[in-house]
């Protein structure tokens, strides 16, 4: 069996251009250093002097599902590698093409196809962004209610791919349980309707195996979402963000377990800052309004819903911050605050080394899904690893670490450490380092029984080597399910070791792939 394991050939790519043709118009088909180089880059942090490697041959900007099918297929006859990119706002290189072929391009499929008033339903082409999205709801007083930090530039395609997490997810759910169904095109170019049942617009069904969530989250390593139906709610009448400073970290994160575990119902997430996020915010965040030096920490909790629900819930989460000795900081602060959540995600491109020289530093974060009990080791625990690595070389920077609930009984929290790089002065030896802490942090997520990612997903090096460790027999299911749904493995080759299943025997290959073999 022949499967994609390297570039391919200009041969090759020379006939996918000329079939490209018979299915695409000349403006749907890019081919320029300028296209290409745009499609390759990510947020996250990036070798920078390997960046040629990670560079498509082609771009294509398909405008339907049936060009996105027609594309596949082609590119799966010819064997040529295939990387679905929505809005190139993801944190773990999903995007990134690591074998060239082409770059898949949602962007122009972006109208709003159905609006279902009576049912609360929208479909929608996965082009569409939920800023765009929300600006046509709110005239009809509804919301798509999927709010992540990239929210205004991230698309619903790549919110389906990587099985999005959204800050307001304990008020309403995340993207897995936004979305109601969508068509996906598989990488030999079929198309599939996934959701619950025959309808596009039910939200529970017990018939047949439950294939939604397949097809959410693999980072486009099993095809193409094309066209959602999305849930849609009320439009808040009032939403309530109030922020509280502490002296220490203990107090505010006995507090923020309090307000989660507190069972308001209009309660759609609280966040705990710590020391080292709150020195960065002081020092580096343009956004963030300065505090007094006495503040070690910062709690944040979020409620949305009608005005006669919001007012007494706050006044009860109100009441469990001041047992717990917060300082309300002020409603322009907390307002403000909140308000910016969406800037954070492009934080400035700016820092400082340890040795106090200002530079341009990019930001990156690690993050993992932890239990409320276990936050304070793994927090202690990440700032180890992250000094440690500073010791090595002072290239990289500790920007501190959030935790965020993920449903609204606090069970579990979204992690992050974020990390400043200066990417400038990433080579070989320093890169190398910094794959090995990511590898250290998932390893401590693992070790305190909680999930490699809660949001961005593991596809990248360093924390993908302990992907299969975490899931177990389930990785060999992906093995399998990958090499029967891709036969020539066009689709994102190279992402979550998913090279292995195309050998003839997967655990050694996989054990290579790790370096262990």
Excluded at 52 to 79: F, M
Excluded at 354 to 376: F, K
Excluded at 449 to 468: K, Q
């Amino acid at each position: 069996m022949t499967v994609v394991t390297e570039r391919p050939g200009q041969d090759q790519l020379d006939q996918m251009v000329q079939r490209l043709r018979t299915v695409l118009a000349e403006d749907q088909i890019l081919t320029s250093r300028t296209d290409r180089y745009n499609r390759a880059r990510v947020p996250a942090p990036f070798p920078v002097h390997r960046w040629a490697e990670r560079v498509p041959d082609l771009a294509v900007l398909p405008t339907s599902t049936e060009q996105v099918a027609q594309v596949i297929t082609i590119a799966n006859e010819l064997k040529v590698p295939i990387v679905p990119r929505d809005g190139g706002t993801g944190l773990t290189d999903g995007a990134v093409p690591l074998r060239g072929g082409i770059v898949l391009d949602v962007k122009r499929m972006n109208q709003i196809h159905e609006l279902d008033l009576e049912n609360r339903t929208v479909t929608v082409g996965t082009g569409i962004n939920m800023l765009k999205l929300n600006e046509e709801l709110g005239r009809h007083g509804l919301i798509y209610p999927d709010d992540p930090a990239s929210y205004p530039c991230s698309l619903v395609g790549g919110r389906i791919g990587t099985s999005g997490w959204s800050l307001i997810g304990a008020r309403y759910g995340h993207t897995r349980d936004l979305v109601l169904s969508f068509d996906h095109v598989l990488p030999t170019g079929e198309v599939l309707h996934v959701g619950d049942g025959f309808g596009h617009k039910i939200s529970k069904s017990s018939s047949g195996y439950q294939l939604k969530h397949l097809f959410m989250g693999h980072q486009g390593t099993l095809g193409v979402a094309t066209r959602a139906t999305l849930k849609l709610y009320p439009k808040p009448e009032a939403e309530l963000s109030p922020f509280w400073a502490f002296d220490n970290y203990d107090d505010a994160y006995r507090c923020v377990g309090a307000l989660a575990r507190a069972g308001v119902a209009t309660f759609a997430g609280a966040v705990l800052f710590d020391e080292w996020k709150v020195a960065y915010l002081r020092r580096d965040d343009e956004a963030y309004i300065p505090q007094p030096n006495d503040v070690r920490a910062l709690v944040c909790a979020v409620m949305y819903g009608y005005e006669d629900e919001v007012r007494p819930a706050g006044r009860r989460l109100f009441k469990i911050a001041k047992e717990h000795g917060a300082r309300y900081l002020g409603d322009e602060i907390s307002e403000g605050d909140w308000a910016a959540r969406h800037d954070r995600y492009a934080t400035p491109l700016h820092g400082r080394t340890r040795t106090g020289q200002v530079v341009p530093m990019s930001w990156h974060c690690e993050d993992a899904a932890i239990n409320y009990t276990l936050l304070p080791a793994v927090t202690k625990a990440w700032h180890e690893i992250v000094a440690e690595l500073r010791r090595k070389t002072d290239i990289f920077d500790d920007w501190g670490m959030f935790a965020y609930t993920s449903a609204d009984t606090g069970v579990d929290y979204l992690t992050e450490i974020d990390i400043g790089i200066w990417e400038q002065q990433l080579g070989d030896a320093a890169w190398a380092e910094w794959v090995k802490a990511k590898r250290d942090i998932a390893a401590v997520a693992l070790a305190n029984n909680g999930s490699i990612s809660a949001c961005h997903g593991s596809c990248r090096e360093g924390e993908v080597d302990l992907v299969p460790d975490e899931l177990g027999r389930g990785y060999q299911v992906m093995l399998d399910l990958k090499r029967t749904l891709d036969p020539n493995n066009i689709m994102n080759p190279g992402k979550y070791l998913l090279d292995a299943a195309y050998a003839g025997d997967p655990l050694a290959a996989l054990d290579a792939l790790r370096g262990r073999g």
